[in-house]
């Protein structure tokens, strides 16, 4: 079949949005945009304490009716999010508060109003009787023995402990170089602009709750809710429209959404919550807080010859449906490693239960933090053996002919030229150029640095790396249903969802490179399971190479499908054909796959007797070859200008070095590699929410939680390399949480690198200015003793 | 409840609204015009930016009562405006949109900085930006859009 990739629009196009359109014009429609008839407004009320037993709730008079609590809840079933890792303890989150709360902002009552307003007038006047508990709001504190206990049956607060052990002991012996250092990453909020959102419905017609909701993954939201409410999932659909952002914070089962479902059901009328930025940050800061103990030996080299970690992950109080309280934890143990070749490795990880909210994947999951911790301690070697920091991380980092490599844990990197990467970005940021301003110093006295940070992001992958965690949720296929409709337009169904990455153009891409019908002519159709083929989703950079792997099965068997029917109508054997430019071409003559279709469904009288019955609609599944996962790469580097008077941070110059495989659209992957690193930025400089040691978030609105703004982000300069994926379709890569995963730790190496001279270190982001004058402070009073 | 009088989209409003409600939720609930979004619902997003007698102004810590006699145009009024329409073209060919929560109030603002500050260089754009935020893209594609809408309207 002839691959149509010389138009100009299909795989490879730097092609304009379809979705742009009607948001440029206001007419997206996303949950908060939706009103039915009829409908009430849902306000919670929210614990306030971290960590209390609930005494009770008083309704308040009048409103007995309006205020449900988890005694309404009959039939309801808790959150349970296992994992099948050995030794996993299991919580149990009920969607309503019961006996205990365990984290500021858990939902404990839920109260109805026909506006919004008055529905939190209400919530102000429930009153609930708190016996506070001490609070675990540091997870090593959490860790020790004699600490609070969230969930007294464990004994601990342990939900997992793993441990890979890789008898480093002769090596470490040996090894010249040691370095030590603690390392910590800040709790964070994932901040969609837009932010969660749930309106619920019974539909009496089909028998059925309709829950519309901003959902990355509205499948699993439909499985979680037929678990937690009882139903089977005929009775359960999931809509989710137009969303403002996800990013993983809308990748989850929300208690929320099972609260409301019940709610519609119960009141047999349409309700709607939307979460305020205040919900928001106190109640859903939930992400990124990592702490680490890691020794990296080296030779004289700086070449790495072993690791030695101790990671702890803060992983709030509950273990959320379906990624699990260990994923994160269990990441950082098989990827810490990152791209690098060495020879011993030891790690052992704990997820630990805090009085904090529970823990989600946010883009990147474990890499930002292991990136960081690495990265940081290799700058260290660096200067331990005095020579470039890039220069020692070409010694340890895998070869092009090495590939595909498999590294210590067993990650097989697929393709690629790491090196290269490297070499790229340091031509890209001129090193040379850097360390000649640096000896000529700054006119305005600040110090300049250059950081480096080099990573891998394993994408969609698949069965044999998901299964043995035994989370509720396990990706291995993906399906796309097609359909040539009556006037020859095509339509794609996926079940993943499309929330910026702009899949309704890439896809119809996909599509154009194969049948070579005009993109204008392919409709995506997706964020409905009753119009979607299921699927785990949107997490994990899956849908360019999974949907798009779907699509492209889908087109192929149609285009098997109306080859038939055009050789027939052209009078020509099958094998005689092609299909291209949206038509199917024989040895005299075309027919379009508008006059096929036509043919199908209102002239079937010229139909081939032999025609498949199946017609032009049917579904076609996609698996990678291997199902490891695409490993895409970038290094990443920064210049910084630090002042040491008033502890602030300037970039000066960021260049990202990807490597992408084929890009289905290179503007769409720019756009992801930008808004990633502008991510980054936030967590290397901004982004904390801050816990007292009474479990109570410190930072409520976003004038004390900072999000980059057009000033903190600069002009990201992006370079490409497009080694093919040898496992996707088309070469593509999974890159979609790649940008945020290398900013800490290339930014961190910048401001140490303009810092190396005051004898100052920073190993915890972000680089607030108040983190930054003490470390300074600190290093002052080290060089004076 | 009190009565206020308003022109929205060039269309004379009266309307009877509680005195806490904000303009954004009145635009929203009451207008059903969804294309101001809110993000934060505190003044700090950009989110809601709509324009109020001809200045960008945020309607989510803009009382609806305090509108009387204004002059309002949100997203959906601005789309016959040829500035718009160039703003429109230079967002879609730039790529300075991608769940598109953010864009609305974006093109509201951009709309102000090519209308006041014909000359504006990159830095100033990012400055007259400063009060939107955008979680997607990184701003890249959005100081591309305005700077070349800038351009495009000198030569
Ligand atoms: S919603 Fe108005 S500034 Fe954020
Ligand atoms: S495009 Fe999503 S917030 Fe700007």
């Known amino acids: 079949m002839s691959m149509n990739t010389t138009s100009g629009r299909g795989i490879g196009a730097r092609l304009r949005r379809r979705e742009d359109e009607r948001f440029l014009r206001g007419q997206g429609e996303y949950v908060g945009d939706i009103r039915l008839d009829g409908m009430l407004e849902v306000a919670f009320v929210r614990s306030a304490v971290a960590h209390a037993r609930l005494r009770g709730i008083e309704k308040p008079a009048g409103f007995e009716d309006r205020v449900f609590t988890a005694a309404d809840l009959a039939g309801v079933r808790p959150i349970r999010a296992v994992s099948g890792l050995k030794g996993f303890k299991v919580s149990e989150q009920p969607v309503l508060a019961r006996d205990k709360v365990r984290y500021v902002g858990e939902l404990i009552a839920m109260c109805v109003a026909p506006t919004r307003a008055e529905a939190e007038d209400i919530a102000a006047q429930v009153f609930v009787d708190y016996e506070e508990l001490p609070a675990v709001s540091d997870m090593l504190e959490g860790r020790k023995p004699g600490a609070p206990l969230l969930h007294e049956a464990w004994g601990d607060n342990v939900f997992l402990e793993t441990f890979v052990d890789g008898n480093i002991a002769e090596i470490a012996r040996r090894a010249p170089v040691k370095i030590t250092r603690r390392l910590r990453t800040a709790r964070q909020c994932m901040s969609p602009i837009e932010g969660r959102g749930v309106v619920a419905q019974w539909d009496r017609r089909l028998d059925q709750l309709v829950v519309i909701s901003a959902a990355q993954m509205p499948h699993i939201t439909r499985s979680g809710l037929a678990e937690c409410l009882g139903l089977d999932h005929g009775k359960v659909r999931v809509i989710s429209p137009d969303v403002g952002g996800g990013f993983g914070y809308k990748g989850i089962l929300l208690p929320e959404e099972v609260c409301l479902g019940w709610l519609a059901m119960h009141l047999q009328k349409p309700v709607r919550w939307l979460e305020d930025r205040r919900e928001q940050l106190t109640a859903n800061a939930n992400c990124r807080e990592h702490h680490y103990d890691l020794t990296v030996y080296a030779d004289n080299d700086g070449r790495l010859l072993a690791i030695d970690c101790e990671a702890t992950v803060d992983a709030g109080a509950y273990s959320s449906y379906p990624f699990s309280a260990c994923l994160e934890a269990a990441q950082v143990a098989s990827i810490l490693p990152g791209p690098y070749k060495f020879d011993a490795y030891r790690c052992r990880t704990w997820s630990v239960a805090t009085n904090k909210p529970p823990i989600l994947p946010y883009r990147g999951v474990a890499r930002t933090g292991v990136c960081f911790a690495l990265e940081v301690a290799i700058d260290a070697v660096a200067r331990a053996v005095g020579r470039e920091p890039w220069e020692v991380r070409l010694e340890s980092l895998p070869t092009r002919e090495m590939m595909p490599f498999d590294n210590i844990t067993k990650k097989h990197f697929d393709s690629g030229d790491y090196p290269e990467c490297l070499r790229r970005a340091v031509a890209a940021i001129d090193v040379g150029a850097i360390r000649e301003r640096q000896r000529r110093g700054e006119p305005d006295g600040r110090r300049i640095g250059v950081g480096f940070a080099i990573f891998c992001e394993q994408a969609a992958h698949g069965t044999s790396v998901y299964y043995g965690w035994g989370i509720p949720m396990v990706p291995g296929h993906e399906q796309c249903q097609a359909r040539l409709t009556p006037d020859g337009v095509l339509e794609l169904r996926i079940g993943a969802h499309s929330h910026g990455q702009g899949l309704e153009t890439t896809m119809a891409q996909v599509a154009h490179s194969v049948l070579g019908i005009e993109p204008e002519n392919v409709r995506l159709i997706h964020g409905d399971t009753a119009l979607s083929p299921y699927s785990t989703g949107t997490w994990g950079s899956r849908c360019a190479v999974m949907s798009g792997g779907a699509v492209a099965a889908a087109c192929k068997e149609m285009a098997k499908r109306v080859a038939k029917i055009g050789a027939h109508l052209l009078q020509t054997d099958v094998s005689l054909v092609r299909v291209a430019d949206g038509q199917v071409i024989g040895p005299s003559g075309s027919v379009t796959l508008k006059e096929i279709a036509y043919t199908w469904y209102r002239a079937p009288q010229n139909l081939p007797s032999d025609v498949d019955p199946g017609g032009l609609e049917l579904t076609a599944g996609y698996k990678p070859v291997r199902d490891t996962g695409t490993f895409s790469y970038a290094c990443h580097a920064a210049v910084v200008a630090v002042d040491v008077e008033i502890g602030t941070v300037e970039i000066l110059k960021y260049v990202v070095v990807e490597d992408g495989g084929v890009l289905l659209n290179p503007m769409i992957v720019d756009g992801q590699i930008y808004g990633g690193t502008a991510q980054g930025i936030g967590t290397a400089l901004y982004e904390e929410m801050p816990f007292d040691a009474n479990g109570q978030p410190l930072a409520s609105t976003l004038a004390d939680y900072l999000l980059p703004g057009p000033t903190e982000v600069p002009d990201i300069v992006i370079e490409h390399m497009e080694t093919p994926s040898p496992y996707s379709e088309f070469g593509q890569k999974g890159i979609g949480e790649g940008g945020a995963i290398g900013p800490p730790a290339a930014i961190a190496n910048a401001v140490n690198d303009a810092l190396k001279d005051l004898g100052v270190e920073i190993t915890e982001v972000p680089i607030t200015p108040a983190r930054l004058l003490s470390a300074i402070a600190a290093a002052k009073v080290r060089s004076a003793a | ?155």
């Open chain 2, 1 to 155: 409840m009190k009565t206020v009088n308003m022109k929205v989209n060039g269309q004379p409003v009266t309307a009877a609204v509680e005195p806490r409600m904000q303009l954004a939720d009145f635009l929203r609930e009451q207008l059903r015009l969804t294309g101001t979004h809110v993000g934060c619902e505190h003044g700090v997003c950009g989110a809601c930016t709509v324009e109020i007698d001809g200045m960008p102004a945020r309607s989510c810590i803009t009382y609806a009562a305090m509108c009387e006699g204004a002059e309002v145009r949100t997203i959906e009024g601005l789309v016959d405006d040829p500035i718009m329409s160039h703003l429109r073209e230079a967002f879609a060919a730039e790529h300075a949109l991608q769940c598109g929560y953010c864009t609305p109030g974006m093109l509201v603002t951009a709309r102000d900085i090519v209308l006041r500050l014909p000359d504006a260089d990159d830095a100033r754009v990012r400055e007259e930006l400063s009060g939107n935020l955008c979680r997607c893209t990184g701003y890249v594609g959005i100081v591309r859009a305005i700077r070349r809408v800038l351009d495009e309207r000198k030569s």
